[in-house]
């Protein structure tokens, strides 16, 4: 990765109670990732990885073009945002990962996506 390259990574994730059915061992969780270039270089997100991990242990690995549908490009001072999911048969798990991006000279670097938490709030009364 070039020194003009710096990209950081924001998560917030959530469980969708509305679409879980825990009875079925069925739960949902959206993710919100904000990818920001705080580098002097644009770059562009070409691929994704994922692992994902449930309760269980159980690891599923996931990985593709880009991310909903785009390969977006991310302007030097720039941020892009999107929504995504997972489904999974525990009530608790994590995902990690990477983003291989490429820079304006061309150059393709990796991006790691720390660690998150996907996971069931319990409202304790």
């Given at each position: 990765m070039s020194d003009l390259?710096?990209?950081c990574i924001h998560v917030h994730s959530q469980y969708v109670e509305s679409q879980s059915l825990p009875d079925e061992d069925r739960y949902v969780f959206a993710y919100t990732i904000?990818?920001?270039?705080?580098?002097?270089?644009n770059v562009q997100l070409r691929s994704r990885y994922w692992l994902i991990t449930n309760g269980n242990g159980r690891e599923t690995?996931?990985?593709?073009e880009g991310v909903v549908g785009e390969q977006p490009h991310i302007a030097a001072g720039?941020?892009?945002?999107?929504?995504?999911?997972?489904?999974?048969?525990?009530?608790?798990?994590?995902m990690q990962g990477h983003?291989?991006?490429?820079?304006?000279?061309?150059e393709e670097?990796?991006?790691?996506?720390?660690?998150?938490?996907?996971?069931?709030?319990?409202?304790?009364?």
């Open positions: 390259a710096r990209v904000t990818i920001r270039n705080l580098g002097r270089s690995e996931v990985q593709g720039g941020e892009y945002q999107y929504t995504s999911g997972a489904i999974m048969e525990t009530p608790m798990g994590t983003y291989v991006m490429i820079d304006d000279a061309g670097f990796h991006v790691e996506i720390p660690v998150f938490r996907l996971a069931v709030q319990t409202h304790i009364h």
